[in-house]
């Protein structure tokens, strides 16, 4: 079983940049693949970036592609997303999952193939 608990979101002015840490536990971490997910209000829950167990491959939706960069660290068993020229459309609760199942960018980016979750970490982006 794998606990994950996020942090570094916070309150930005819109083309600031953050970036968020994903903390893992258990020796399985590194054998997942993991993503970032995130959640406004009244929306449903968005992919925003994946990367598998390696690291050596990464995913992108457009929204986010060019601003964002997901990595992780598996010594460390902790994943990152650093997010630079955040807009405010960007505000959202942020969260990462681990997945056995997801493999192409079209699985990474459905929420229901994820094992666990983190609690998130609010993300807002003020104009």
């Known amino acids: 079983q794998v606990q994950l608990v996020e942090s570094g979101g916070g309150l930005v002015q819109a083309g600031d940049s953050l970036r968020l840490s994903c903390a893992g536990s258990g020796d399985e971490f590194s054998m997942y693949n993991m993503g970032w997910f995130r959640q406004a209000p009244g929306k449903e829950r968005e992919f925003v970036s994946g990367i598998s167990w390696s690291g050596s491959n990464t995913y992108y939706p457009d929204s986010v592609k060019g601003r964002f960069a997901i990595s992780r660290d598996n010594a460390k068993l902790t994943m990152y997303l650093q997010m630079n020229s955040l807009k405010p459309e960007d505000t959202a609760i942020y969260y990462c999952?681990?997945?056995?199942?997801?493999?192409?960018?079209?699985?990474?980016?459905?929420?229901?193939?994820?094992?666990?979750w983190g609690q998130g970490t609010q993300v807002t982006v003020s104009s």
């Open positions: 999952a681990a997945s056995s199942a997801v493999s192409s960018y079209y699985s990474y980016r459905n929420p229901r193939l994820y094992d666990y």
